[in-house]
């Protein structure tokens, strides 16, 4: 799961994405004025990388027991404060 993902839930009006269709796929371009939302989107785009590069593998990984993620790290499902 994505760890930048919910920064830019939470942030969506303070930055701008555009998509351009291309002959072989697509284009996505996201800027910010803000620092922290252009750090959140680069992470982002790392993890999207991941994801592209290792698969679903990648993906897993962070929902299963990466921090954060959805049975690991705080607030996760089997992490501290999850069911006994």
Same mark, same amino acid.
């Given at each position: 799961?994505s760890?930048?993902?919910?920064?830019?839930?939470r942030?969506?009006?303070?930055?701008?994405r555009?998509?351009t269709?291309?002959?072989t796929?697509?284009?996505?371009?996201?800027?910010?004025?803000d620092?922290?939302?252009?750090?959140?989107?680069?992470a982002?785009?790392?993890?999207?990388?991941?994801?592209?590069?290792? #698969? =679903?593998?990648?993906?897993?990984? %962070? @929902? /299963? *027991?990466?921090? +954060? #993620? =959805?049975?690991?790290?705080?607030? %996760? @499902? /089997? *992490?501290?404060? +999850?069911?006994?």
């Amino acid at each position: 799961m994505s760890q930048s993902l919910p920064t830019l839930f939470r942030n969506a009006r303070g930055y701008r994405r555009q998509l351009t269709l291309t002959p072989t796929g697509i284009i996505a371009e996201e800027t910010s004025d803000d620092p922290a939302l252009t750090d959140a989107i680069r992470a982002h785009a790392r993890e999207v990388t991941g994801f592209v590069r290792d #698969g =679903m593998p990648a993906m897993m990984q %962070g @929902m /299963m *027991g990466g921090p +954060g #993620g =959805m049975m690991g790290g705080p607030g %996760g @499902m /089997m *992490g501290p404060g +999850g069911p006994p």
